[in-house]
């Protein structure tokens, strides 16, 4: 799912091609990506752009008479730039959205459609999709502190919970967990004072830097490459590789559609997390350490 920093750099880049601009068309070839009736999408046709905001993972083109269009991309979607009028891309083009510049062109790859679209008309209309969770780019410490603590979770539900912090997903949590030297699973009210600044810090670094590196990457031309696993990253997506900190094999946790990654030694003192899958198969051998679980599978090897 495209998070604060991909979302960022896919607004600068409407930024520089559609403000001002009349939205002179659209198609929408899947009725189920659009999520509201009133106003209809036609409404937008002869508005133009006045301006282009993040919600959380959202994005919003606001047009004229306060007309929004709420863009939710979840974990598939993207978003494409290309010529006048062109063409909608097999069965994973959505929507396309007609400027003199350019069509802006929403996709959604794989069979589960998550992404939508909604045209509201009216600030309070829009508030419905605010979450008002945390910016941690612009908050302080102490409500960064006051937001961790208003209820007792891990800290990856934590950090990848929308009504709290703002824009991070499975990614940046793993990122910004080990950037930080902490436990996915440990308590949030069970951190101490300097493991709250810490995890404030290693946020505003991970998440800073990450824009900044994809804006570099993307230069003038339009995002092309949105992804959630990029070989840069420290411990996401990275699963038995080693981690550039202390090159121990990268660990996970496996959960519903989705898993977490973390380095064993920098995060967990080197106790290795239950994962379901493993721990279901293993049960009472379910190692406790790496060299636990190298010696398990030497055993089993021999």
């Not at 601009?21 to 990506?33: D, H, K």
């Not at 891309?89 to 062109?105: M, R, V, W």
């Not at 810490?198 to 900044?212: D, F, I, K, M």
């Amino acid at each position: 799912m495209p998070e604060l920093p991909d979302v960022v750099v896919y607004i600068e880049a409407l930024e520089a091609r559609i403000p001002s601009q009349t939205l002179e068309g659209l198609r929408i070839a899947s009725p189920f990506v659009l999520r509201s009736v009133d106003p209809p999408p036609s409404a937008l046709v002869g508005k133009k752009v006045r301006s282009i905001r993040r919600l959380g993972k959202q994005i919003v083109l606001v047009f004229d008479e306060e007309h929004f269009l709420v863009i939710h991309l979840m974990i598939a979607g993207r978003l494409q730039w290309r010529e006048p009028h062109a063409r909608l891309a097999g069965k994973i083009g959505l929507a396309a959205f007609e400027f003199a510049s350019g069509t802006l062109i929403l996709t959604e790859a794989g069979s589960k459609k998550r992404a939508s679209l909604h045209v509201v008309r009216g600030e309070q209309a829009l508030a419905a999709f605010d979450r008002r969770a945390l910016e941690v780019l612009e908050c302080s410490l102490d409500d960064f502190d006051s937001v961790l603590r208003r209820e007792n979770h891990t800290l990856k539900r934590s950090l990848t919970d929308p009504r709290l912090f703002s824009g991070i997903g499975n990614a940046f949590s793993d990122e910004i967990l080990h950037h930080a030297k902490l436990s996915p699973l440990k308590q949030t009210s069970r951190l101490s004072t300097q493991e709250v600044r810490q995890l404030w810090e290693s946020t505003r670094a991970v998440l800073s830097e990450w824009t900044g590196r994809l804006r570099s990457q993307t230069g003038e031309d339009f995002p092309s490459k949105v992804t959630a696993f990029r070989p840069e990253m420290a411990v996401h997506g990275r699963y038995g590789k080693p981690c550039p900190r202390c090159g121990a094999p990268v660990q996970r946790i496996v959960y519903a559609e989705n898993e977490c990654n973390y380095c064993a030694p920098c995060q967990t003192e080197g106790r290795l997390l239950a994962d379901r899958a493993m721990s279901r198969l293993l049960k009472e051998d379910w190692p406790r350490s790496l060299e636990e679980m190298e010696k398990h599978f030497e055993e089993r090897r021999g």
